[in-house]
């Protein structure tokens, strides 16, 4: 697992809640970017995220590998039509969403 420290961390990287990645993902060098999700929402809001906009492009979720909660926190390991592992995590306090690509 990377262990970015926290002083080169640019202020964008900080408020997409970082940790949600480096304490379950072996993330690559990159950042976690602010995504949109299209997602099914059954009993609770975000059970099972379908498709998410990545780099300009809309992607579709072939398979989610692992499936999480923590407190205030979704997190889910998916694998794209393309074969692309990402970690995406739903921050249930800012309503926001937030990918990063797997290595």
Sequence with gaps: MWLIPDRLLTAQARSIDMDC???HFKISRRYPV???VKC????????????????GGERE???????W?????????V?????RLFGLCYNEATD?????DLI
């Design 61 to 67: 979720i072939e398979s989610v590998e692992e499936a």
């Design 34 to 36: 602010e995504i949109s």
């Design 96 to 100: 926001r969403w937030s990918a990063i």
């Design 69 to 77: 909660q923590e407190p205030g926190k979704r997190l889910f390991r």
């Design 40 to 55: 099914y929402s059954g009993y609770l809001y975000a059970e099972q995220p379908r498709s998410f906009v990545w780099q």
């Design 21 to 23: 990645y480096l304490n």
């Design 79 to 83: 694998v794209t039509h393309d074969g």
